[in-house]
């Protein structure tokens, strides 16, 4: 069995309204295997360089000031189809649309104030932990 990895990060939102222990609990109950993990604190410039993919968005600015406004914690979870596994977890982007019991029904305060980012991809996965974890650091 083919185990894959997903980066996930606890959002600023989250982190300052104490859900980090919570969303950890689901991850552990979901059969996620934690092998890296962090809590830190992202400078704008950090933020910018992560979410380059979008810096021709809209929201790009706002994301960017968001993300660097308290500590986060991020994560490499593995399991089998853990990108889309971890996707079905959190749930829709805007937690009005997301599914019950999902992460973002459960935490999030709204569409920007998510709660939690989930790799949208086996590649995206790969390069997101490795912006984040050496090889060295992942368990």
Do not use: C
């Not at 019950?100 to 029904?105: A, S, W, Y």
């Not at 569409?111 to 932990?129: I, R």
């Amino acid at each position: 069995m083919r185990k894959d990895i997903t980066l996930i990060m606890i959002k600023p939102d989250a982190v300052a309204s104490g859900y980090t222990g919570d969303i950890i609990k689901r991850i552990e109950q979901e059969k996620f295997v934690i092998i890296a993990m962090k809590k830190m604190f992202l400078t704008k410039r950090e933020a910018e360089k992560f979410y380059e993919v979008h810096k021709e968005r809209p929201f790009f600015g706002e994301l960017t000031e968001f993300m660097s406004s308290g500590p986060i914690v991020a994560a490499v979870l593995q399991r089998e189809n853990a990108v889309s596994h971890w996707r079905e977890v959190i749930g829709a982007t805007d937690p009005k649309e997301a599914k019950e019991n999902t992460i973002r029904k459960l935490f999030a305060k709204s569409k920007g104030e998510n709660a939690v980012h989930g790799s949208d991809s086996e590649e995206n996965a790969n390069l997101e932990a490795a912006f984040f974890f050496s090889e060295l650091d992942r368990i």
